[in-house]
């Protein structure tokens, strides 16, 4: 699903990556994440998807937001893990939104 955010300005996070073959434990814990993400104060939304390469953007009121999301303990345990276990490679980006459209058909 599209997620539905506010006006501008706000923030994406863009997060993509290449996974390992390991899967212990991963669908879990991204679904976790998910819920986790939602309860923070300034999440907005995400997307997501995955084929070749996975790409979750979700999007936040503020730097400071994306700030304590990072610094989470359980979403720090789960970096530890995608670092050691679960992604070969990834990148993050963190942008603000100035401007954004949409069409609904």
């Known amino acids: 699903m599209i997620a ?12 993509t990556s290449e996974r390992t073959t390991v899967d212990d434990g991963y669908a879990d814990t991204a679904r976790r994440m998910v819920e986790l993400a939602m309860q923070q104060p300034g999440y907005l939304g ?3 998807a995955r084929d070749e390469i996975g790409i979750t953007v979700s999007y936040w009121e503020s730097l400071d937001a994306i700030k304590n999301w990072k ?3 359980e979403h720090l345990v789960a970096q530890q893990k995608g670092k050691s276990q679960w992604y070969s490679k990834f990148k993050t980006r963190i942008c603000k939104v100035e401007r954004d459209y949409e069409f609904n058909h």
Do not use: K, L
Not at 4 to 15: D, E, K, L, N
């Open 4 to 15: 539905a955010t506010p006006a501008p300005p706000y923030y994406a996070v863009i997060f």
């Open 71 to 73: 610094q989470n303990s």
């Open 46 to 48: 995400h997307e997501s």
